[in-house]
């Protein structure tokens, strides 16, 4: 049986104002893009819901209209929502399509590994005790591939690297105060990131809690290279644990190794690789293909008013395809 499976940061799919380009005009680029993906389980980010005039609630109109006359128009589909279950978020929403029925979906946030409480040390006054919560949840899926088999599906959108706010250590939304206030922000961002990182480690090692030869993948934008800490954290490599009988527990890390590139974003001429597709040893035994459509990639560094005409995404696609008994 093959399975193809497909990560993609859309970038803010639905209509935005400014100088933005038309969700019309980008369709047409977002569908051939996903076309040549033939994913049987494709997971996107960045999904925009729309508000729905008749019943006011948020409904994910743009990527009905990106999929309408696709193979992908007739998958199911499983979405994040808000903190408190009340419809779908306004911006950055998970997707996850499938050709095969899902068992089961749920929303991790900050539900495995509570806020963290801090104190912030560079504003006057000093402001009381805050916590510190993910700024997006996670998506969990049981794909069921017939057979009595299952697919443990992990989506996810890491934080980026970017200072997170600080209360009073800004004079403008773009300029800090201080090199220290930033470095704070900084900081905060740091421990968003790898703190969300600590719960999809939480929820893998769950699944195996049930079964110790679970089918699992985790697949996303990860905002972080291979080596670097959100990634290391979820990968579990039993160099790190150093403890070789919970390797079964450990995630491979899939990436082209015909000399192709493997980068999905470029930033400032750097080619980076931030988004990835982490499986369990029992699906990458069953791996034959890895593809990162990222040829015709765009740095994003480049200016605000160029980047907000471009009809695609910044990040490149990646698909992986397994055989499976």
């Known amino acids: 049986m093959r399975l193809r499976l497909a990560t993609f940061n859309i970038e803010n799919l639905g209509p935005r104002s400014g100088t933005h380009l038309p969700l019309a005009v980008r369709l047409p680029t977002l569908r051939a893009q996903l076309a040549s993906l033939e994913a049987d389980i494709l997971c996107l980010q960045e999904v925009n819901a729309q508000i729905n005039r008749s019943s006011k609630e948020r409904k994910l109109q743009a990527l009905g209209q990106l999929l309408d006359g696709t193979d992908y128009a007739n998958f199911k589909c499983a979405a994040t929502c808000r903190r408190d279950g009340d419809g779908l978020l306004d911006i950055h929403n998970l997707a996850v399509l499938s050709r095969w029925p899902i068992r089961?979906?749920?929303?991790i946030w900050n539900t495995l590994v509570p806020p963290s409480t801090y104190h912030p040390v560079r504003t006057t006054p000093a402001p009381e005790e805050s916590d510190i919560c993910w700024d997006r949840p996670?998506?969990?899926?049981?794909?069921?591939?017939?057979?009595?088999?299952?697919?443990h599906l992990i989506s996810l959108h890491l934080r980026a690297p970017r200072a997170a706010y600080v209360p009073g250590?800004?004079?403008?939304?773009?300029?800090?105060?201080?090199?220290?206030?930033?470095?704070?922000?900084?900081f905060l961002a740091a421990m968003k990131q790898?703190?969300?990182?600590?719960e999809i480690r939480m929820l893998v090692?769950?699944?195996?809690d049930g079964d110790a030869k679970?089918?699992?993948?985790?697949?996303?934008?990860?905002?972080?290279?291979?080596?670097?800490?959100?990634?290391?954290?979820?990968r579990a490599h039993p160099?790190?644990?150093?403890?070789?009988?919970?390797?079964?527990r450990a995630l491979v890390p899939l990436a082209p190794d015909d000399g192709a590139p493997a980068h999905t974003l470029l930033h400032g001429h750097r080619r980076l690789a931030l988004d990835h597709v982490l499986v369990s040893s029992s699906l990458a035994a069953n791996c034959r293909k890895i593809a990162i459509d990222n040829l015709a990639l765009l740095d994003e560094a480049e200016p605000d008013w160029l980047g907000a005409r471009r009809p695609g995404s910044y990040h490149a696609p990646v698909v992986v395809e397994f055989e499976l008994s």
């Open 104 to 107: 089961q979906q749920r929303q």
């Open 138 to 151: 996670v998506l969990y899926v049981e794909v069921d591939l017939g057979q009595a088999q299952s697919l």
């Open 169 to 186: 250590a800004k004079l403008t939304s773009t300029t800090w105060k201080s090199v220290s206030g930033w470095a704070e922000g900084f």
């Open 194 to 198: 790898v703190g969300q990182a600590l």
């Open 205 to 208: 090692d769950s699944i195996f």
């Open 214 to 234: 679970a089918r699992v993948a985790v697949a996303g934008d990860f905002n972080a290279g291979i080596h670097e800490m959100p990634v290391r954290l979820i």
């Open 239 to 248: 160099q790190d644990t150093g403890n070789a009988s919970l390797g079964y």
